[in-house]
């Protein structure tokens, strides 16, 4: 059966490209240690490799990216949230599927992995996306049955790190002036945060909104709980200096200490 190797250099990653025959479906899960969400998909795609056995040459080759520590190749290939999935075959990117809908990931793999150099699919830019040409019947059907599909989504995002932030942009490449600025707070203060690009899944954005009751951007939730935006933060600092020291970096090793 077929199993998942951890990609741990950009050196590795070329070289396993390179190495591929033109008919390999090359898997690539992209992760990060702090999201709940990659973990449970680590799961839901061990499980799947080991449905496809080993062959000469291999017909699927699985492979996991840690996002943060190899960023070249996440800025290759867009990734601007985590799970995120890459379906490569012969070089070229032939779908991708942002999020943690095993539902998705295994149709999207199952219909690509039955295929050899055919035409490239459509890009899936959302976990959640109807336009999705791989998303089941039943799931767009039923326009409640999406929105709690989507709640339950964002509940998990909001989640995924002790402090996280949706903004516009990557703390790299801020979008607007506004998340600049926040990103800057946040590295002022030397807090360990996790973040959500919101213009690359409009679903994400305008689902956000009503989950939050809250219409602007960025948004930081803390523990779970929505903070609010730059203004707020800017009130919660200068009535508590130490407002994110629980967060940062120098915290969580005296908390461990």
Known sequence: MSTITE????AQF???????APSTLLIVSFHAPWAAPCAQMATVLSTLASEYPVTEPPSTKWVSVNAEDLSEISETYDVTAVPFLVLIRNGQVIETVSGSSAVKVR????THAQKKASAPAAV???AESAKASTQP????ADPAKQKEELFRRLGDLVKAAPVMLFMKGTPSSPQCGFSRQLVGIL???S???GFFNILADDEVRQGLKEFAEWPTYPQLWVDGELVGG??????????NEDFFKPYSVSGTVEAAS
């Open 230 to 239: 730059l203004d707020i933060i800017k009130e919660e600092l200068s009535n």
């Open 7 to 10: 990609i741990i250099s950009a």
């Open 124 to 126: 899936v830019n959302g």
């Open 14 to 20: 070329d070289g396993t490209l390179a190495t591929l």
């Open 187 to 189: 590295r002022e203060n």
């Open 191 to 193: 807090v360990k945060y």
């Open 107 to 110: 149709t999207a793999i199952e």
């Open 137 to 140: 019947i039943e799931e767009s």
